[in-house]
Structures are given as structure tokens and as C-alpha cells.
């Protein structure tokens, strides 16, 4: 597929200290509440389509999480994925200014990772329409070894919680159990079953992704979902073949994430050692192979040589690196912190450091403030994304979506709304289907959408 449809869809984490000495901290649940007050029109569970097409509701474990309409190219969903944390943090800002008025001196803080202090992990989930001609054997085969090794440019960093302190390339790579998961399972996988369009389905397939982290950076997230799309266009063609399958590719990419160097070899079926540099090296080029005889857009000559770019510099020395990649601007924030105040990595204060750098407040999150400095990559520009926080994509069918939920909340319309319909209530019974998210129109929606 050379148009395909991306979606974003991020988890945050949440807390809601009080101000003054003494206080207790708000409940998960009475904070959430907060943040959904004013957008979820009294329904009893939080969860409401927004006029950017975007979908907005509470997960399991009181999880605020957004997910970003659907979009036909990488610049639109970092865009996009960037409009959500902006939203949230807007929710959040007014959240407070209500518990104030309800006698409640708190500060809610919403943090974009995947792990909080009790060991628990929430994800950053990737989806990607695909032919439904590929099976789900032929993905995995293909895709895990390519998974287990992008974390070395996608990785968010974490400092690890143990007593001697240390640093891990990947939040989520600890908590992958199996190599292939089901959807109705708790244990994580490096793939997951999960298969659900919202399209048709005898035509299209989602590719459901939980295996990578929540990231900061514009650069690492457009890299995580540009070469995932460029490995997915070879599968659909058939273009790759089996060489690089992973004798155990649990071990290997919790492996890898320990591994700050990224050249400490893991273990083909064939008995073969290579660096996960090399494996990303075989998909890279692969790829250049694949677009001499196939149309090269701009955006994917794009994704190329920021791929190769970053893989020459991970060989060289990955703290190279830190304008682009989440994981080692943040090592390069909390090295010169630690040897600023000669202080031990498993102190207390490199843990909130830590935590610090994914807060979406702007005003405090350590990645904003390098963001503000000028010392972070940018894919996006501000004005953009302020954009995207009121309008949708204007290539895929959340264009029209949008603007129905813009109407009807405009006009208090009695409605439903869900990714592939529009069920509108009053004054009449109508139903609007989208089985092709490619197509910006609802079937029937030139016949009176808008009449009412």
C-alpha cells in the first residue's frame, strides 16, 4: 500500500498532588473525572470523539488516552500526535480551575511514558492499515526482528529502579513476554492478534502494535512510524525473505534494550550472531533495493536517509545523537545532571528527573524546555499543531467525522459516534458507514448529513 491509514494512540499517566503541606493526593478517578468534565456531555464513562477526528476516553487502570485521527502520511500523525498532548494538557489546565472551585488546591501532572513507580506499564500503541491479503504468519515472520531491533532509535530511556541505578534503552521492552500476543490476553507481545479495521474487512487489516514506547521526540516518533511503513510496503509486495528470524526474540530485545552500545550481537534461528545495527542495516537496505524499481515519494526518500543517518551514527557513538533520539537526549540530560551535583545514578532525584522529561506541561517538561532552548529536532512547527487541535486530516475520512462533531456540538445534536459510523438520534434515525478510511465522504452523507 502506498497510501496508508496511521494511528497513534498514547496512554498517559496521571497524578493530582496537593499544594499545601499535609494534603492528600486526589484519587485517580475523581482527577480523571476532572479532566473529562465539559467534553463528555454527562455520560457515565468517559469517551467522546473531538473535532479534529481525534478520540478521547479513559483506559483500563484510569489511563487518559488519545487517540489521533486517522492519517495518510508520517508528517500529519506527528502533527496530530503532537495536537494530543496539547489537548490534554489544555484539559488538564482547566481540570484544575474546576477542582479549585470545588475546594480542591491540587495540580494534576499527566506524563507521556510507560511506566509508572509500582512497576506497572501502559502503552504508546501503533496501527497500520494493511492489504488483508498478507497473513498474520507472513507479519510476524517478517516484522519481529525488525521490532525487537528499532528500539535502538525509538527507545524513550529509562532509569532503572534498582539499587545499583543504571539506564535502559526501552521502557516497554521488560514488559514483552511472548513473541506473538492475544488481544483478549494481558501478556505483551512482540505482535499482537489484535484485529480490528474499522474498515472493510475482506479488504483491509490493522496491524496493531504494542511493542514500542511513548515518545517525546517529533524525530524519533516520524522515524518509528516512517520505516515501519516502508517494512510493511516490502511485506505487502512480497520483497523480504526469512533471514533474519530471531532464535529468541524475547531475550533479544530485552537483550538489546541493557545494551547502551547497540553492538552486542543476539542470535538468528540460523545460529548467526549480529548487532541490531546489522539487522536494521538489512532492512535499510532492502529497502533502497525495493525503491529502484518502485515509485520513491518524497516522503519515503525522507524517512530514508534520516534512517541511514541515524544508523551511522549509532555505529559511530549513539550520544551523537541527542537532538533526535529520545532515549539519548535524555541519558545526555541526566549524565550532565548527575555529574553536575556528583550524585549516584539510583538517587531519588534522577528518577523524577526522569519522570520529568515526559511531562506535557510546557511550562515544566524537561523535554519542552530543551525544546525551547533549540536543542531538540523538529518535524513539526507550533503553528501546526495548533492547527490539528481543532481540524482534522483533510485526506481521510476523519475530515468528516470532524466536522459532524463540530455540528453537533454546535447544535446539540443527539448522536454516536465511532471511527467507521455516525448514528445520529434526533431529530430522525439515520445512519452514516465509512468502510474505506481513505475516502473523506460517509456513504449517504451527500444526501442530508447536514440537514437537520
Not at 528470524?245 to 542470535?267: F, N, R, W
Request: hydrophobic share 35%.
Amino acid at each position: 500500500m502506498k497510501r496508508r491509514i496511521f494511528g497513534l494512540e498514547n496512554e498517559y499517566g496521571i497524578i493530582c498532588m496537593p499544594l499545601h503541606r499535609g494534603g492528600r493526593p486526589l484519587p485517580i478517578q475523581q482527577a480523571v473525572t476532572y479532566l473529562f468534565r465539559g467534553i463528555t456531555s454527562g455520560r457515565m464513562y468517559p469517551d467522546v470523539f473531538l473535532e479534529n477526528g481525534a478520540r478521547f476516553y479513559q483506559d483500563i487502570g484510569c489511563h487518559p488516552e488519545y487517540a489521533t485521527p486517522e492519517c495518510d502520511n508520517v508528517y500529519d500523525l506527528v502533527v496530530h500526535d503532537k495536537a494530543g498532548d496539547r489537548i490534554v494538557e489544555e484539559l488538564m489546565i482547566r481540570a484544575e480551575k474546576a477542582m479549585q472551585r470545588d475546594g480542591f488546591n491540587h495540580k494534576i501532572s499527566i506524563f507521556k511514558n510507560n511506566t509508572d513507580s509500582r512497576g506497572n506499564t501502559y502503552g504508546c500503541h501503533e496501527n497500520y492499515l494493511m492489504d488483508r491479503r498478507v497473513s498474520l504468519r507472513q507479519l510476524a515472520t517478517q516484522l519481529i526482528p525488525f521490532f525487537v531491533t528499532r528500539q535502538i532509535f525509538t527507545g524513550a530511556g529509562k532509569v532503572k529502579s534498582s539499587l545499583r541505578g543504571g539506564y535502559s534503552i526501552s521502557q516497554r521492552a521488560q514488559h514483552i513476554r511472548e513473541d506473538i500476543s492475544i488481544a483478549t490476553t494481558t501478556a505483551r507481545g512482540i505482535i499482537n492478534t489484535r484485529d480490528e479495521p474499522h474498515a472493510d474487512r475482506e479488504k483491509y487489516r490493522r496491524l496493531h502494535v504494542i511493542v514500542g514506547d511513548s515518545n517525546m521526540s517529533e524525530f524519533t516518533t516520524y522515524l518509528k512510524v516512517g520505516t515501519t511503513h516502508i517494512v510493511l510496503r516490502m511485506i505487502e509486495d512480497g520483497f523480504l525473505d526469512k533471514r533474519m528470524a530471531l532464535y529468541d526474540a524475547v531475550k533479544a530485545i530485552q537483550q538489546i534494550s541493557e545494551d547502551l552500545t547497540c553492538k552486542k550481537p543476539i542470535e538468528l534461528e540460523s545460529g548467526k550472531k549480529v548487532t541490531p545495527i546489522e539487522v536494521q542495516r538489512y532492512y535499510l537496505e532492502a529497502a533502497y533495493r525495493y525503491f529502484e524499481t518502485e515509485e520513491l515519494d518524497p516522503m519515503c526518500e525522507d524517512i530514508l536517509r534520516k534512517w541511514s543517518y541515524v544508523l551511522d551514527a549509532l555505529e559511530e557513538d549513539p550520544m551523537q545523537l541527542d537532538r533526535e533520539i529520545d532515549w539519548v537526549i535524555k541519558k545526555r540530560l541526566i549524565d550532565a545532571y548527575v555529574n553536575k551535583r556528583k550524585i549516584r545514578w539510583d538517587d531519588a532525584r534522577v528518577q523524577r528527573l526522569d519522570l520529568q522529561y515526559h511531562n506535557i506541561r510546557r511550562t515544566e517538561g524537561l523535554y519542552y524546555l530543551l525544546e525551547r532552548e533549540g536543542k531538540v529536532e523538529r518535524i513539526a512547527d507550533d503553528k501546526a499543531i495548533e492547527h490539528a487541535m481543532r481540524n482534522p486530516p483533510k485526506t481521510t475520512r476523519a475530515w468528516h467525522r470532524g466536522k459532524f462533531v463540530r455540528l453537533a456540538n454546535e447544535r446539540k445534536i443527539l448522536c454516536g459516534v465511532n471511527w467507521s459510523y455516525i448514528q445520529v438520534y434526533e431529530p430522525c434515525q439515520q445512519l452514516f458507514l465509512s468502510t474505506d478510511p481513505l475516502n473523506i465522504e460517509y456513504e449517504e452523507a451527500s444526501k442530508g448529513m447536514y440537514s437537520f
